[in-house]
Nanobody, 126 residues
């Protein structure tokens, strides 16, 4: 079972940027589709961004499209989420998730992902 751990969260002012990292402790990381989700206080967890296990395809929630970028480095088994132009409504705990050879279309559904990190808090002040 792949183990994931997020880092890079913190407090930032609106309009600022943060880069989240998620490192996996597994061989064959390149065969895992990866995704970022977030959960704001009192709300359900929602999909943010996904990247295919070959890295050629990405997918974003409409709320972050054009502001966030997901990428991966299979050599160091890490997936990133570059977050620019942050808004207070981006405040949430951010989770990374993985599924072995999942099609990109499936990573938007958290039930399709069977490995999750503990999350990292992102707080955007107005």
């Amino acid at each position: 079972q792949v183990q994931l751990r997020e880092s890079g969260g913190g407090l930032v002012q609106a309009g600022g940027s943060l880069r989240l990292s998620c490192t996996a402790s597994t061989l064959g990381f390149g065969s895992y589709a990866m995704a970022w989700f977030r959960q704001a206080a009192g709300q359900e967890r929602e999909f943010v961004a996904g990247i295919s296990w070959k890295g050629g395809a990405t997918y974003y929630a409409d709320s972050v499209k054009g502001r966030f970028t997901i990428s991966r480095d299979d050599v160091i088994a890490t997936v990133y989420l570059q977050m620019n132009s942050l808004k207070p409504e981006d405040t949430a705990v951010y989770f990374c998730a993985a599924q072995f050879r999942a099609p990109i279309a499936s990573v938007v559904r958290e039930t399709e992902l069977n490995a999750w990190g503990p999350g990292t808090q992102v707080t955007v002040s107005s």
